[in-house]
């Protein structure tokens, strides 16, 4: 009778130790995507902000030289004898 | 237990119905360009807003598991039901980020694309620019270049009574002969291109010194006035302009001058070489001379 409960209780301790490693193994599953997801997210951060960096610098020269064809249009304008040939 | 499973069932459907919201697009059709952006902006701040959302529903449904399990006796059906949550929150948010990035990435190409036409455009609009400048100015220089050439035009052809393309030739004509220096005529006048037969009598009997034959080039003999060639030119020179009469007479005092002077050197040095071989030669060609 005793030998029967000790095994039963080795049985249980089995059977509650493999539930414990399948629950590791399946928390260890998520981390694993979570830190996946964690990358890809700083990943995409980086490129975004490369991507951000040289469309600002884009539009800064487009900026620039938009600046410079409007001085340059304005004094073709004021004076319209330059035109006149 | 049912009640776990209830609650579970309850926050899994409002986390998928949140999940899900975004990605019901409704078929709408845009008649323009600004309605279709406006809806895609419109998607992507509700994508944002889910991603948002979806942080503070994560952490209520923790506290809710773990208040759960602690309290519940079913503690396996709680751990069960918090498997399931996890991997769908999992994949909904990996769906979402996707998404969102894909939305991202699009946007952001989109404008790289704008801007990259927008530069084509102002390049064109500066290489049009540009080229009306270069006109302007090109423009400018012909009228400067007329302005200033008809002065000197009128000084050079002063005694020309109109002044016509034809005649515009003559200046150059006459800038030749009348700036051509007075050392150079001297030069030309003394060179001793016209004594060729030199050549075959000796250096030291030479009256002309080497240095100014040297510094004399071949290729100004055409250019040279020969004293036969001023003899020859005399008849006609009533055809050449005042300016024209005055230099060549000049130059043609000056060589007759000279002349006398030189045939006489010529003759010393001749006569002196007369026991050479070339005797015969020399005195057929003073003959021709």
Known sequence: MARAGGITN????????????ENREFISHISLNVRRLFDFLVQFEATTKSKLASLNEKLDTLERRLELLEVQVGTASANPSLFNS | MLFYAVGVG????????????????????????DEVSMHQSLLFSDSLQDLKNLRTQLYSAAEYFELSYTNDDQKQIVVETLKDYAIKALVNTVDHLGSVSYKVNDILDEKVDEVSGTELRVSCIEQRLRTCQEYIDHEGLIQQSSVINTPKYHKRKGRSPSPSPQTSQKPGVFSFTSTMPKKELDKRSVSPHRFPLLRSGSLSSRPVTPSSRSTTPNSSRPTTP??????????????????????ADRENGREVEQYPSKSKRLLKALLSRRKSKKDDMLYTYLDEY
């Open chain 2, 226 to 247: 020969n004293p036969s060639n001023t003899r020859r030119r005399y008849p006609s020179e009533p055809r050449k302009s005042a300016s024209m009469r005055l230099h």
């Open chain 2, 10 to 33: 309850v926050h899994c459907t409002e986390f998928m119905g949140i999940m899900t919201a975004s990605t019901r697009l409704i078929p709408r059709e845009s008649s323009n360009f």
């Open chain 1, 10 to 21: 080795a049985v249980n301790v089995g059977i509650a130790v493999q539930a414990d490693w």
